[in-house]
């Protein structure tokens, strides 16, 4: 199996500290920032940070688009995850799959007037051979297109309400 990879990033309007809680806190915040892609959310364990285990179906599809179009829409596949969280170091959120070798680092860091850069990594093993050289950059992309949705939900939870 070949190891593949995704990331994302994105500035935050919120303190380093209250992204991280906020990321952290798997009972209330979190199942606010999944995606339509998220399915059969679970916290098993804890509920905050470290020692944390939480219960997902992750929809990956296969987007395959030619010259900007969408040329078909692909199989969405079903990945169940059981989601160990662990906080190795100061400003980083690691969770790993019980399951198979899926692991997602969230990192936080401060950027400055009120601003914190947020970056996910997710990476996992991926199909070999001549049929998986193909598949790989479908998958990357649907994994990469869902946590920047995500991260998209992490910015509107910090925005200020508009009047």
Known sequence: MTTLTASAMA????????????????????PKLLTENF?????????????????WTVLVGE???WYGRRVRRGKRVPWECVMAVDEPEEGQLVERDTR????????????????TAVRVLVSWEGPDGPRGLLR??????????????VLTRLHEYF?????
């Open 11 to 30: 500035m935050v309007n919120g303190s380093a500290e209250q992204v991280r809680e906020a990321l952290g806190d798997y009972q209330t915040v979190r």
């Open 39 to 55: 399915d059969d959310y679970q916290v098993l364990v804890g509920g905050r940070g470290a020692g944390t285990e939480v219960r």
């Open 63 to 65: 987007a395959r688009s």
């Open 100 to 115: 198979s070798a899926l692991v997602t680092t969230w990192t936080v860091r401060a950027a400055g007037d009120g601003r």
């Open 136 to 149: 790989r950059p479908g998958q990357r992309l649907a994994v990469r297109t869902i946590y920047e949705d």
């Open 159 to 163: 925005e200020p309400a508009r009047t």
